[in-house]
């Protein structure tokens, strides 16, 4: 007998997850995630167990969201203590190279005052012997490159720590991730998969491709007792077709904050992939899973951080992706891991870098990659650029969280591309300040004031003015704010009317607009029709 073929829910998390901890790319190479396990893993732990109710306090303060506070809801310190005792247990070799890094750091500030650095080879911890190289910039200030290709093939970094949890959502209200761990909940599947095993492009394939129950049972190797759970995320309903864009103009489909999906009748291209589920009631209407195209020909990174790189959607839609470009760098600086490394370590196998101002080229359309200042805090980071695409004439350029804390900058590119028809640009100008992602990988204590004034933040009005300005585009969107309810497990964001980014914002479209410019703050999504040589129509689709 036939058996009946089902999809999975589109509703359907594939959450990854690094020993029960939200999977972001800086947990993927060993040493950051090594130093975010001792500097942000167990500080919480420790801080969960000594006092959950300033916890459970803290979370009910929208103030608080996106600090260092586990949101349970209620009170699981026992539960916490024995993920503290298995993460000291199976974990006590990252938290040694943890510690070895820092004792380098502590070395290298000590003894290297400028003279040579062969003797001090001797001093460094034997764990890191033959993974670090010793070095000074020019100004003899003294630090180290690691040897991330070799640090991958050692007992540092364990596949096994990774696994997937499946789960049903029915809204968009999570726990900030970065904060709270994934403790075992009755309606969550958890399976021991590595991020770069096959079976997740299975269980992807399955939201849009029918196959039996018992296919996905044997192919998870599911337990008796979580049968019945896992029978609860199928569905006999299809999912609606994928509409194929035929049309003769530029199709650019705003997904939310930094994600864009650009569409020809040749090819195309998603930007930053951020995407919401669907199949439960929201009052914000979305684009999602069943809006992209079943192959896409080139997805781009702009930068590493954990609001535009998301495993999260990556993983599943890795079977869909020819082509991944991620900007080029990543020398072996701790804080800047190689994030072309990080993508083949968790399964992508296309991965094309790209450095500032090189280009990819595909039939008529160009990609090039622009510089990008700012965002990073003042840190040493190379793994960032804006994407400047050509398509036949038709100019565009991603600016997502790029600071134009220089114009001068642009002035020089512009030298190069012309004018833009459609500018993007990121304008969440206050910004965390450095610790609030970077602050697990510095060794010493940095100054309130110091960490204060180095912020993840974008352009402000004057600066976003000015970028206005110089390319002079026909069309400018303000994007990358972290605003839709679908963000907020990963960005804490949450405006008013008054918060800066927003009044920064308001401002800037208004004077495009008096000069003459379409301008609009995106939210939630957003089509628009673009026609290089007609005035640009904008639709948004009906669900």
């Not at 999975?8 to 995630?33: C, D, G, H, M, Q």
């Not at 070799?150 to 096994?160: F, G, H, I, T």
Request: aromatic share 10%; charged share 25%; glycine share 4%.
């Amino acid at each position: 007998m036939m058996e009946d073929l089902y999809y999975l829910k589109p509703n359907l998390v594939i959450e990854p997850l690094f020993k029960r901890w939200y999977a972001w790319s800086y947990l993927i190479p060993p040493a950051t995630a090594a130093r975010n396990v001792t500097g942000r893993h167990m500080k919480i732990i420790n801080s969960y167990i000594q006092a959950p109710q300033i916890h459970m306090e803290a979370v009910r303060n929208p103030k608080m969201k996106g600090g260092p506070f586990m949101d349970f809801g209620r009170n699981r310190v026992e539960e916490v203590r024995a993920l503290r005792e298995e993460t000291l247990s199976s974990q006590q070799d990252l938290v040694a190279l943890s510690d070895a890094l820092k004792e380098l750091d502590q070395l290298l500030k000590e003894h290297a005052k400028g003279y040579s650095l062969e003797p001090l080879y001797a001093k460094v911890p034997d764990i890191l012997k033959g993974y670090v190289e010793l070095n000074y910039d020019l100004n003899n200030q003294p630090s180290f490159r690691i040897v991330e290709s070799l640090l991958y093939k050692s007992k540092y970094y364990q596949e096994q720590f990774q696994s997937i949890a499946l789960w049903v959502t029915e809204n968009d209200e999570r726990p900030f991730v970065l904060s709270t761990p994934r403790l075992d909940e009755p309606n969550v599947l958890h399976l021991p998969v590595a991020f770069n095993d096959r079976v997740i492009d299975e269980i992807a394939r399955m939201k849009h491709t029918p196959n039996t129950i018992s296919y996905l049972k044997e192919l998870l190797n599911v337990s008796r007792e979580d049968e019945a759970l896992l029978e609860t995320f199928f569905t006999k309903d299809a999912p609606p077709p994928y509409q194929r864009y035929e049309g003769d103009k530029i199709r650019m489909r705003y997904f939310g904050h930094a994600c864009i999906l650009i569409e020809t009748k040749e090819v195309s291209i998603l930007v930053d992939p951020l995407i919401s589920y669907y199949g439960y009631n929201t009052e914000l209407a979305r684009f999602s899973d069943m809006h992209l195209p079943p192959v896409i020909d080139y997805v781009l990174i702009t930068h590493n951080h954990q609001d535009h790189i998301l495993f999260e959607t990556l993983l599943p839609l890795r079977h869909r992706i020819r082509n991944i470009v991620v900007p080029r760098g990543g020398y072996g600086q701790l804080q800047d891991p190689n994030l072309k490394m990080v993508l083949q370590q968790t399964g992508f196998k296309n991965v094309l870098e790209l450095e500032e101002m090189g280009t990819l080229e595909m039939g008529d359309c160009t990609i090039t990659g622009i510089p990008f200042f700012g965002e990073h805090s003042d840190l040493s980071i190379s793994t960032k650029i804006c994407h400047y695409l050509q398509i036949n004439d038709f100019k565009i350029m991603f600016a997502a969280d790029s600071c134009v804390v220089e114009p001068r900058l642009y002035e020089h590119v512009q030298k190069e591309i012309g004018k833009l028809d459609v500018l993007f640009l990121g304008m969440e100008c206050d910004g965390a300040p450095l610790s609030w992602l970077y602050g697990p990988l510095l060794t010493r204590d940095l100054p309130r004031d110091m960490d204060a004034s180095r912020r993840l933040a974008g352009s402000n009005f004057e600066r976003g003015s000015a970028i206005v300005d110089i390319f002079q585009p026909a069309e400018l969107y303000v994007y990358a704010m972290g605003q839709e309810p679908w963000l907020e497990f990963i960005s804490s964001i949450k405006y008013t009317d008054e918060s800066n980014p927003i009044v920064a914002s308001n401002k800037l479209i208004s004077e495009c607009k008096e000069k003459g410019l379409a301008a609009e703050r995106l939210f939630g999504e957003k089509e628009i029709l673009y026609n290089k040589h007609k005035s640009p129509a904008t639709a948004h689709p009906v669900l």
